[in-house]
């Protein structure tokens, strides 16, 4: 969430952070400057080899995309933040649940245009590993959680018109990346 005050990280086109360079959102605008976000998919292995995504209801409040179904939990960097910082503090914001960096599994990072600004997105992985972890709303982005099954993400993100809640759109890139990703990860840990 953007708070009064906060200043988000701006990064050269290069994606390095220029130092010292911290903006409030309406700088981003019109494509005049480049932020970055970081994306957290949170997943777990069900029994019987399943694998199943954490995926969050947008509050209908939000500027972008109310209503919509969309990654577990997303925010932009903020000044003097990494990537890494980034993801620990809206992972707490959003669903109340504190992550260890050091099981951050970064994934891929791409570029994102939409109307209103550019954007540098680093997408991180994270396993949960109890079934019974406790999610809080704390800033109130969020609506509601669900976990899915790779499977029923995969055929939602392929054929949109056939469910009636809608998911956020991303490029034609991103989400087979993740797909591959998670399922590689699922593998290598059942070595």
Avoid at 75 to 85: A, K, R
Avoid at 129 to 149: A, C, H, P, Q, Y
Avoid at 156 to 167: A, H, I, M, Q, R
Wanted: charge should be negative.
């Amino acid at each position: 969430m953007n708070h009064d005050g906060e200043l988000w990280q701006e990064f050269a086109d290069n994606g390095e952070a220029i130092s010292g360079a911290g903006f409030a959102k309406p700088e981003f605008m019109n494509h005049a400057k480049l932020c970055a976000s970081s994306h957290i998919w949170l997943w777990r292995k069900v029994t019987g080899g399943g694998i199943k995504v954490l995926i969050q209801l947008r509050s209908k409040d939000k500027t972008n995309w109310p209503h919509y179904w969309d990654i577990s939990v997303a925010g932009h960097i903020n000044l003097h933040e990494t990537p890494l910082d980034a993801a620990e503090r809206e992972t707490y914001e959003e669903v109340g649940l504190k992550i260890s960096r050091n099981k951050l599994h970064y994934i891929f990072s791409d570029r994102y245009r939409d109307k209103l600004y550019r954007e540098l997105r680093h997408v991180f992985l994270y396993e949960i590993i109890s079934k019974e972890t406790e999610f809080k709303f704390n800033d109130g982005e969020v609506e509601r959680l669900e976990w899915v099954s790779i499977d029923k993400l995969k055929k939602w993100v392929d054929n949109p018109s056939d469910f009636t809640e809608k998911l956020v759109p991303e490029n034609i890139f991103y989400y087979p990346q993740l797909f591959a990703y998670i399922e590689n990860a699922s593998r290598k840990e059942q070595n």
